[in-house]
């Protein structure tokens, strides 16, 4: 299972929620590895806006995150308003760069935790979502860079949340249809360098695990919390979107619950 | 623009003509960077054959060939019947391990050299033709490799070289329609680890190059001349094939050639 | 803490106890992983001797071994009548593939578990140990590898088992007399090709775990059992050496064992 | 033979001169590939100085710098007022990250175009200049990390200036009276985070190139020219040191030339 952090806020160094000795994604990501065993040792990446560029810088790399020394450089040098970091464990496509998480495309950045069922049956259903034009875009071979593509392919420029909204719908249906015992889990997030959506949805009741937290006027979104004052952190219900637009308060929305209360 | 070696006859040891100090594909590959400038240092690979296994061994790799030290170990180490060897000048593709060739599929293996006019918007079409059931193996996002599941597809592992045909013919089709200025350029290699097929073909006139060499029952096929004694290899036409089945004499074949014309 | 296995007997396929689904190194790894949180991460190592040349082959990576597909080729289409592997995880030194396990020289091979006590600081002493002619064949920065080189330097070609005696001692006392509260852990293997050493050492009550297993005439040595039935598995008692020497059984001999006690 | 540029001036993004289309160092490097032939392949580095800390970022990668999409991304996100880029095309040792220039030490940064003649014998030698408590920064094996140290060691953080030209003039000795036929090349870049300095030397007549260029106030230092236009280049004669103090005019001192005289 992977593990993802989202910021947004005041510009600070990656370092603080990534790389720094305590509570950070990559020393939690250890302590994970102590008590669970599940290593997330399958490449890892960042991706950050700045002011300069509308697009975001990205760095991912095939090695784990612990020993990478360049990560730990960069880490401390960008400084960044937005950022997202996330270390993969593999659901099964290879560990190469470009099927390392996040994605980009443009202004628009994207990761995500968890899986589509029966990937390998319905993998070109769902590539059949993506429009030609950004077909090409598609470099990599997992789903989570298809279901990236086909939310921009369904509007996503224009409507982030509804483009997503329909592309999960569309997605639960080709599951659920599929017979697919292995189910959709989508703990994901995606932004276009301003405004900052967080999901937490599966067709069932296994949904990952979302929390966020609110420091003045930061807000930090991750997979899992990444201390253990679990109390600091606030769990997102499933079938839940985090809704962070610029310049409006931080809320909750319920996503697609009907939808899969109705699949089941 | 990429480099390749097929081998089959006595078993001999890999290093024999991949990384040998005269006259081997890496040596030949820095020298062709000496004099042309064009580099292969985007990834490479080996495949090859034993008597334990239908299946062949696999080794890629994405940081050149001349520095890493594992391949020349493997060469030194492993001895075989049958072996491809291939360095990689990527045509826009990615640098990573599924994206180097050669490609297996069970007992098949594949390389080429060459390019798909216009890949990046036909390659929909392309993958079309892979049937749902192979869908699954294709693990990079190259041509090449959708090319090979194709040809399986077709039946390739029944008529090899029927099946290449059909697919070559159809690609051929496609790449015409699409308006590409691009060419499709095949100079690709085949086998099941029995017969050996390797096609030179173009839908235009600039068909890459292929040449191959007979010594005793050993056949040695090259993308390129391995050393400057060009004399002793010989060229196969464009739109021809090298048919090399066991316990036949190897012999030139046409291979689309009316297609071509009639396409222009 | 490093995990490996050496074999010596009859030609096997390296998977069946470095790749294979139950029962081998890279398995065993990942259920360590599970049940103890100790990743082996940082690295990874391979090393075979095959008919046709005197020193070994060698495939060693920096990408963790359970990811890697280039190794399940390599385990599955390699045999070997006497072959190494290793799992790393560093001690400090950066994960790059000379500092990876085993290290070879001509026909000598050697891997090692352990750490030798404050090595920052007493690194050039023990560099020392090398001759000038072998220290060109220092490629990488661990202890491991220049214990290797010094026990060659010491005679190790024509006395394997006196030269790391005296190396081992007077690390012991190199290290004892820097203050060092880390001790020197020697958990380690050796061979030339034909007879095989396996160590049991250290300079407290702390000695790192060695096992071995006889079956017919073939001899399995390994840092941790390889599953769970313990009982199959025959523990080396602390400064305790396994000498295997070609067409002589298999026994077990004291090592260094007053000179630990002396020292304490 | 390696390439690479030094910045100090206007804080600006890194790929102007180090991935940018036109006269950078990467597209430089693959023209000197298309008409040289000599390939720098081996391993590439970054390193930078921001506003928040006195260390430089670092960013060092054994995969070509053409084909790394990462070094696109940083390049172009990265801003700086002083930073260093580096393509190697290694001289014996291996292509890790840490044999990969720029080196760094605390607030100093070092890179290296050259040779130290016969370093697999007089090695030794060379790392005894280096103090113990330096000792334990020597990550790599390389001869340009040993001299980096070396000069710290000699008291580079007071006087950068003569600790290099007293080490220069060490190494010098050693060389020579090593009989080495290979010689001492030393075209090198030197900084603090605040002055810099650039050097041309060799213990013979076949120093390596060393050119620079003055716009406002900010400078440019090249191991070759990034464009044709060799006119805007103005080259340091061998024996000479650029001098770029912090608030003071760049200049070019002398450096050693009576000792290379005199050693002939």
């Known amino acids: 299972m992977c593990r993802w952090i989202a910021y947004r806020g005041q510009p600070i160094a990656l370092e603080q929620y990534v790389t720094a000795p305590?509570?950070?994604l990559i020393v939690q990501s250890l302590k994970a590895l102590e008590s669970t065993g599940s290593t997330n040792?399958?490449?890892?990446?960042?991706?950050w806006y700045d002011d300069q560029h509308e697009d975001p810088g990205l760095y991912r790399e095939v090695r784990p995150a612990w020993s990478d020394e360049n990560l730990r450089h960069l880490c401390r040098h960008i400084h960044s308003r937005l950022f997202f970091a996330h270390v993969r464990a593999s659901t099964g496509t290879p560990t190469?760069?470009?099927?390392?998480?996040?994605?980009t495309h443009g202004r628009f950045m994207f990761m995500h935790n968890?899986?589509?069922?029966?990937?390998?049956l319905i993998r070109r259903k769902v590539e059949a979502l993506i429009p030609d034009g950004l077909y090409r875009a598609r470099i990599g071979t997992t789903d989570s860079e298809a279901v990236f593509l086909a939310i921009l392919g369904m509007g996503?420029?224009?409507?982030?949340?509804?483009?997503?909204?329909?592309?999960?719908?569309?997605?639960?249906?080709?599951?659920n249809s599929s017979g697919a015992k292995d189910p959709l889990r989508f703990t994901a997030t995606l932004t276009?360098?301003?405004?900052?959506?967080?999901f937490r949805y599966a067709n069932n009741e296994s949904a990952n695990t979302l929390y966020y937290r609110e420091v003045g006027?930061?807000?930090?979104?991750?997979?899992?919390?990444?201390?253990?004052?679990?109390?600091?952190w606030r769990p997102v219900p499933p079938g839940h979107v985090i809704v962070a637009r610029a310049g409006q308060a931080t809320r909750l929305e319920p996503f697609l619950g009907e939808r899969r209360v109705a699949a089941e």
Chains 1, 2, 3, 4 share one sequence.
């Open 22 to 24: 305590a509570h950070s």
């Open 41 to 47: 040792g399958d490449g890892f990446g960042l991706g």
């Open 96 to 103: 190469t760069r470009p099927n390392c998480h996040p994605f």
């Open 114 to 120: 968890g899986q589509i069922g029966n990937w390998s």
């Open 156 to 175: 996503g420029d224009i409507d982030p949340l509804g483009a997503t909204m329909q592309t999960i719908a569309t997605l639960t249906d080709i599951v």
């Open 192 to 198: 276009d360098g301003r405004d900052l959506y967080a």
């Open 217 to 232: 006027e930061s807000l930090l979104v991750v997979s899992e919390p990444l201390d253990m004052e679990r109390s600091y």
